[in-house]
């Protein structure tokens, strides 16, 4: 390991690059999936309150995967900037609660909406550290879809919103692992 001060800002993002960073998408992918299965079965309160639970869980969830994927997932085998500049945009995401949670209170079936879309910002930064798009592409991607879902199957939303994140989340998972890592 070497200490974050011997490594300039540009090693360091190389060093961090080489990561396939499989956990956190694989954790979002099973934690989407049983927010919309429930949806398809529960009452809109309940299908909120998994939905909350299972969001909440997701870095949890991926810190778990981390360990049977060989993945660093908080940065403990090395001390880089840019596992701090990750860190802080999962903190981001968890924090868009204070929008979701209002909005939630004056029309329930929001949720799939606010925390599907403001969950996702977190990749637009993961983007431009790696220099991939693959973050872009799901950010943008996801906010347009759920967008328009919301709106063309109301009556669906906690099915329809969570099935297109879990199919963009596989879809990032191959960019993640197709994509040519720095060596």
Do not use: A, D, H, K
């Given at each position: 390991?070497?200490?974050q001060s011997s490594l300039t800002l540009e090693e360091q993002r190389v060093?961090?690059?080489?990561?396939r960073f499989l956990a956190m998408p694989l954790a979002g992918t099973i934690a989407w999936a049983?927010?919309?299965i429930a949806g398809a079965f529960v009452p809109v309160g309940l299908a909120a309150w998994i939905l909350f639970i299972a969001t909440g869980m997701i870095f949890a969830l991926g810190l778990f995967l981390a360990r049977?994927?060989?993945e660093d997932l908080i940065g403990k085998s090395?001390?880089?900037e840019f596992d701090q500049l990750f860190f802080q945009s999962v903190l981001m995401a968890w924090l868009v609660f204070a929008i979701a949670i209002p909005f939630f209170m004056t029309e329930p079936t929001s949720l799939p909406l606010s925390v599907g879309i403001l969950a996702g910002l977190m990749w637009l930064p993961f983007s431009w550290i790696i220099r991939h798009w693959v973050g872009q592409f799901h950010a943008f991607?996801?906010?347009f879809l759920v967008t328009i879902a919301w709106y063309?199957?109301?009556d669906q939303r906690f099915v329809i919103i969570p099935a297109?994140?879990?199919v963009i989340y596989l879809i990032t998972i191959y960019i993640l692992i197709t994509r040519k890592r720095p060596n």
């Open positions: 390991m070497t200490t060093e961090f690059s080489r990561s049983v927010i919309g049977f994927l060989g090395r001390n880089n991607t996801r906010t063309v199957f109301p297109i994140i879990v």
